[in-house]
């Protein structure tokens, strides 16, 4: 099963199969009274932003950028710092019944998890608060919450499960912490932005997503190499069958391959605008990723046929099968799974609105989703605009022409702090 959460833009988790057949939909919405929070009114909405499996593939947790509900307010976001934001929670979903069986109470904008190796303990990440939540999975309780300093992101446990290293985006060093004392100390410094970790026997490897770099660190002895692999590295997942780590590049549009063996960039694989998610089906041999311009793409990986190569070759799956729950739709032989949305996707304007209040104009699609998220918490519903200029417009719909939109452009800006312009539907 491959789970991908659509964060606020959709408020929910979908499930697909390895045959990409949609298996279940399942909604954010929780009412907290009902699993042991008494004094949380109501029902909240979720917005589910990464997850991390059982090895027995029994559950996974979910975390969740924000609530939304009564109670909830004062959400954290990229740019939100401080312990001053609303908590969040996390969520224990049944992989069988598709089902929330618990939540938990964690810190302010919740990103990434870990299990560990040993499965007593699960890690989460809380951007925003600037601290690490630890949940005792034999209870499902915050045990602890240690602070790391300004948005943690990604984490990784060895395999006696015995410490934990955390990528401290919000500066420039990466920590490691004792699973047992929960002390930390700081692993290496000097690395721009550490955002994703994974971890192989001796050698833990970290996307540095201000330097177009990653890093390759010996835990025996602590020396760091670094290699250039494209424009802001973000997810990265191990392939142990082929000895080879794959690299989201988010401005590059494409997936760096790197051969462990040398650790060298072996090749790069050109995929849609904006991949920031990974993972493997090690079955199929295949690689998914997900991009923030709202679709999947899958590629196989395929073993050479010539003696003496050490390159392995990767090509997009021709994906026939359609169903009533799948939308296929082919791209210069890449398969794109459209339907599967793990993101708003820009739309086109729509004939029946004469014109736009511009409310922010953006090249990066990802920071006008940022400003149409912080909009919405004001009540103001705004529409993603492409331009044929190539920005992405924060536009709010009106029908009035450029002369009588000035009383609605007032409104707004005291609304908002922001003087938005008028816009015709030729963008």
Not at 43 to 64: F, H, I, Q, R
Request: aromatic share 10%.
């Amino acid at each position: 099963m491959f789970f991908v959460q659509n964060m606020m833009y959709h408020h929910s988790i979908t499930m697909y199969d390895s045959s990409f057949n949609l298996v279940s939909t399942i909604s954010d919405k929780i009412t907290p009274a009902q699993f042991g929070y008494k004094k949380i009114k109501g029902s909240l909405n979720g917005s589910p932003v990464e997850s991390a499996a059982t090895k027995d593939g029994k559950y996974v947790w979910a975390s969740n950028y924000f609530m939304s509900g009564e109670g909830f307010s004062n959400p954290g976001c990229d740019t939100c710092f401080g312990k001053n934001y609303d908590s969040s929670f996390v969520y224990k979903i049944n992989t069988y019944t598709h089902t929330i069986e618990n939540i938990v109470k964690v810190g302010s904008v919740p990103k990434y998890l870990a299990i560990t190796p040993d499965q007593k303990k699960l890690l989460v990440s809380n951007w925003s608060s600037g601290d690490v939540s630890i949940i005792d999975l034999s209870t499902e309780k915050e045990i602890k919450r240690i602070s790391t300093g300004p948005a943690p992101r990604g984490i990784a446990c060895d395999s006696a499960s015995t410490f934990a290293y955390i990528a401290v985006m919000g500066s420039s060093k990466i920590l490691k912490m004792n699973l047992s004392t929960y002390e930390t100390e700081t692993l290496v410094s000097g690395v721009m932005n550490p955002r994703h970790l994974c971890i192989e026997k001796n050698y833990l490897y970290a996307s540095l997503n201000g330097e177009q770099a990653i890093c390759r660190i010996n835990l025996a002895d602590g020396r760091m190499n670094k290699l250039n692999v494209g424009k802001a590295p973000r997810s990265m997942v191990l392939s142990p069958l082929y000895h080879k780590l794959f690299v989201d590049c988010y401005n590059d549009s494409k997936i760096a391959v790197i051969d462990l063996a040398a650790f060298k960039l072996e090749t790069n694989i050109k995929t849609n605008s904006y991949p920031i998610g990974i993972c493997l089906n090690n079955n199929n041999k295949q690689i998914w990723v997900t991009c923030y311009t709202g679709n999947i793409e899958i590629f196989a990986a395929q073993d050479s046929k010539e003696k003496g190569t050490e390159s392995l070759a990767i090509a997009p799956v021709k994906i026939k099968k359609k169903t009533d729950s799948l939308a296929i739709q082919p791209r210069k032989n890449i398969a794109v799974v459209t339907s599967i949305t793990s993101i708003e996707k820009p739309v086109e304007p729509k004939e029946q609105a004469k014109g736009y209040i511009v409310l922010g104009s953006f090249k990066v699609t990802e920071n006008a989703i940022g400003l149409k998220k912080t909009l919405l918490q004001k009540g103001i519903t705004i529409e993603l605009v492409n331009t044929n200029k190539g920005f992405t417009y924060c536009a709010y719909r009106v029908k009035e022409n450029k002369e009588d939109s000035e009383k609605e452009i007032t409104r707004l800006e005291a609304l908002t702090g922001i003087k938005g312009w008028y816009s015709s539907l030729q963008l």
